[in-house]
């Protein structure tokens, strides 16, 4: 830009300068001063006398930082002006200072819109990136978490994870996949242990009523005295309810009785527990 301006410049100076033409000087630099890059210019003669000169003011910008990081702002053109091209010798001359600054603001106009725009349209990637992860990822697997949490270890009737069509076949559908394998697991485990304690519980219940028609006192005790099983026709012989006799001691209820033949209770109990059953008194 600054060389074709100066070529354009040149033959218009050479012809100034050879008439010594002022008004035509003054024109050169005024048409040279109309670019904002150039503060000042002036046409000298072969005796240095100025035919013509102006200057502006440097204009204090936001970039000068910048533009001095890259080398001087200001410099100086000079161009030779010679009657032709055979002869050699100048007799005169075209000075013209420059304002890398201004040479350099479309530059940076430039750089500064591509970076702004650059900026922006990698934050619209990235918010469309994070849309599209919350809605296909994110979303269904805060959803499978949830329903992962609700399930109810004692509930056999829980029911399975719902699959997402539009995850058939990735990671989430093989995730829901397993899920639901696990949960079917643990529901037939949980429903064989139901079963099974209903079987203990009804087992129980039988021998609980058979043992209450013995009209003989069966029961156990450990080996502090505690009754941990009572007939209910040893509950009758204490008087007392089987609940009542289950969480009491030979001492609670057979002192009043016999201190003695609770001493003797208590001997043959622990006989039986050490297993020593020929000190087992009758």
């Known amino acids: 830009m600054i060389s074709r301006t100066l070529d354009v410049a040149k033959p218009i100076t050479t012809r100034a300068i050879h008439t010594l033409d002022e008004r035509l000087s003054n024109e050169v630099v005024n048409g040279l001063m109309i ?3 150039v503060v000042q210019a ?16 440097v204009a204090e910008t936001k970039t000068i930082w910048l533009t001095q990081l890259l080398g001087e702002r200001l410099y100086d ?10 002869v050699s010798q100048g007799f005169g001359y075209l000075e013209v200072t420059i304002d890398n600054d201004n040479v350099y603001a479309p530059f ?12 922006l349209r990698n934050l619209l990637l990235v918010m469309l990136f994070f849309v599209a992860f919350y809605w296909s990822v994110a979303k269904p697997l805060a959803r499978i978490t949830k329903e992962i949490k609700g399930i109810s270890p004692d509930n056999i009737n829980v029911k399975l994870i719902a699959s997402d069509p539009n995850h058939q076949e ?5 995730l829901i996949g397993v899920a639901n394998e696990y949960i079917r697991t643990v529901v037939n ?32 005790r450990d080996q502090d005295g505690r009754f941990v099983f009572a007939n209910l026709a ?8 089987v609940e009542n006799i289950e969480q009491s001691t030979l001492k609670e209820l057979h002192a009043e009785i016999s201190v003695q033949q609770m001493r003797q209770f208590q001997a043959s ?6 297993g020593k059953t020929d000190d087992i008194s009758t």
């Open 269 to 274: 109990d622990m006989a039986v527990i050490k």
């Open 170 to 174: 990735d990671e989430l559908g093989n």
């Open 42 to 57: 002036r046409v000298v003669d072969e005796l240095d006398n100025v035919l013509a000169q102006k200057s502006k003011q």
């Open 77 to 86: 053109i000079k161009v030779d002006i010679s009657l032709s091209h055979t």
């Open 108 to 119: 940076y106009k430039r750089t500064l819109t591509i970076f702004i725009t650059g900026f």
């Open 35 to 37: 670019y904002d890059f």
């Open 189 to 220: 485990l949980l429903k064989e242990l139901h079963e099974r304690e209903q079987v203990i519980s009804e087992n129980e219940w039988h021998k609980r009523k058979i043992i209450d028609t013995v009209p003989h006192m069966i029961y156990a």
């Open 234 to 241: 040893t509950a009758s012989a204490y008087n007392t309810s």
